[in-house]
Nanobody
Framework: QVQLVESGGGLVQPGGSLRLSCAAS????????MAWYRQAPGKQRELVAR???????NYADSVKGRFIISRDNAKGTVTLQMSSLKPEDTAVYYC??????????WGKGTLVTVSS
């Protein structure tokens, strides 16, 4: 089992920055992918960014050039540095991981609100 705990959400003005962190505990060595998803009110959950254990990274088109995902395999952490935030980035952000058996895990989420 893997447990994920997010931190770092909050209220930020448009154009501002926030850094989200996620710490995994449990069978961390089995984690392959770590990712951030988000779900805005009334919308489906969507992938924001994913980082594989081997270092491959992909981003949603809507955040390319503004968000940066990074992970520390040894510590079992993943961060999301968000810059140039827009009101449409407002959502609950969820940390996700997938282990070597393909089992997925979710954190409880952290709210990011971009508003003036």
């Amino acid at each position: 089992q893997v447990q994920l705990v997010e931190s770092g959400g909050g209220l930020v003005q448009p154009g501002g920055s926030l850094r989200l962190s996620c710490a995994a505990s449990g069978i961390v060595f089995r984690i392959n992918n770590m990712a951030w998803y988000r779900q805005a009110p009334g919308k489906q959950r969507e992938l924001v960014a994913r980082a594989t254990r081997r270092g491959s990274i992909n981003y949603a088109d809507s955040v390319k050039g503004r968000f940066i995902i990074s992970r520390d395999n040894a510590k079992g952490t993943v961060t999301l540095q968000m810059s140039s935030l827009k009101p449409e980035d407002t959502a609950v952000y969820y940390c996700n991981s997938e282990d070597s058996n393909g089992k997925g895990y979710w954190g409880k989420g952290t709210l990011v609100t971009v508003s003036s």
